[in-house]
């Protein structure tokens, strides 16, 4: 009767949760990067034609909402969301309070990042 060593048991079992890992974050980039080519918005490093991804949401307003959240803004122009709170509250950018959340009109956004060019 054979044993099989605990080490190698140990070893095949780390082997098939790293690839079970990799299978999962795989399939979780193939679904955001589905959403994002649904909504029309493909993702593009930071660093490369930021500019023009930001000029094609905000030009497209048949899917852009009228009102951005704050997280949603720090997500466009890759900032904190504690930056896009201290925009608002210096009045640097232009935000209603709905109750007590936030919202920034897209036309708000639009002349903020006109200003600081």
């Known amino acids: 009767m ?3 060593c605990p080490l190698e048991t140990r070893e095949t079992r780390k082997a098939a949760d790293a690839h079970w890992i990799n ?11 589905a ?4 909504r029309g918005l493909e993702r593009t490093p930071t660093s490369l034609n930021s500019s023009r991804r930001i000029n094609t949401i905000m030009n497209n307003t048949q899917t852009t909402p009228t009102y951005y959240t704050p997280i949603e803004v720090a997500d466009l122009l890759h900032l904190k969301r504690r930056t896009i709170y201290s925009f608002v509250r210096n009045k640097k950018l232009l935000a209603v309070k709905i109750g007590n959340r936030v919202r920034i009109h897209r ?7 006109d200003a600081n060019k």
Not at 107 to 113: K, V
């Open 2 to 4: 054979a044993v099989a």
């Open 23 to 33: 299978e999962r974050v795989n399939a979780i980039r193939d679904r955001n990067r």
């Open 35 to 38: 959403l994002l080519s649904n």
């Open 107 to 113: 036309d708000a956004l639009a002349d903020f990042l």
